[in-house]
């Protein structure tokens, strides 16, 4: 395996366990009677300011963007990013966590058939294995064999559905924009237009001036470093060097971590089926590494460098002529 291939899959593996492990934290706020609808805004909002500040003191040209691009970082944030967070947050306010995660991680399903039909990305028999490894293994994982889905609220439902399909979304949608943009500025503006989106539904002032504890601020910050900030730009990276099909799979660590988080953390028992679960996440993984990339459309970050060196010839080929 590459080593381009080895970093992509070091940082999506990463960012899952960010996102598992801040499944608690996110819990825990809900149950304080926050609404799904303030706590994307707060994790959106502080998310987007928190990188503006450092990419304006460390890196300003990566707050640069072409005016034409404008419209495609408002889709992509309000629909994908900003529509995912709230849907899901949403599902696990009407059904918990379980049955939200069990729904919400169909995303790969959607994803490799997006892919398959119209990006023209070859299927091969470990891509379908490891998804099947993948989806059974979040299932399990999730306590998805106690769920009876007839009995769960069908609007929470609906919710994470909807969230199962933003996530493919944006993932997707990631994957167009890293093509021209690093990681960080997809993000930044990806979080910018949600936070913008959110400030005209829910007065921004309220959401600051509102009397929370100690202890819930600083729920609020983790949210934004650990479960926002850090995860997505590491995701984004992995989009970057692997396909969005592969990223999508390798994520699906994110609730074997939510699981041993709630283990630790919370003192929950973890029953053998669900460690079975992740074992089969585990496999996944592993049968993703060992499949050889097939021939298909190039990761995002090959486009963006092949791109830049055209410019750079063009920019030579230029300055020649005109010496001329």
Known sequence: ??????????YVLVGATFWGFSGVVAKYLLNTGISPLRLVQIRMTFSALILFFILLLFDHRRLTISASDIPYFLIFGIIGMAGNQFSYYFA??????GPAVVIQYLCPVWVTLYAYLFQKEPLTKK???ALFL???????????????LLKLNGVGVMGGIVASLSAAFYALY?????????AWTVLFYGLGAGALFYGFLNSPVQMVTEDYPLKTWLAFLYIALFATLLPFALYFKGIERIRVTRASITAGWEPVMAGLSAYIILGEFLEPLQILGGLGVIAAVALLQMAKETAGPSSAIQIRQKDRGQD?????NLVKTEYR
């Open 312 to 316: 750079v010839v063009g920019q030579r």
């Open 1 to 10: 395996m590459k080593r381009v291939e080895i970093e992509a899959y070091t």
């Open 127 to 129: 891509t379908v294995g």
């Open 134 to 148: 993948a989806v059974l293994g979040c299932y399990l994982v999730a306590g998805g064999y106690r769920i009876d």
């Open 174 to 182: 990631a994957e167009r924009g890293l093509k021209r943009y690093d």
């Open 92 to 97: 696990v306010s009407k059904i918990h966590v």
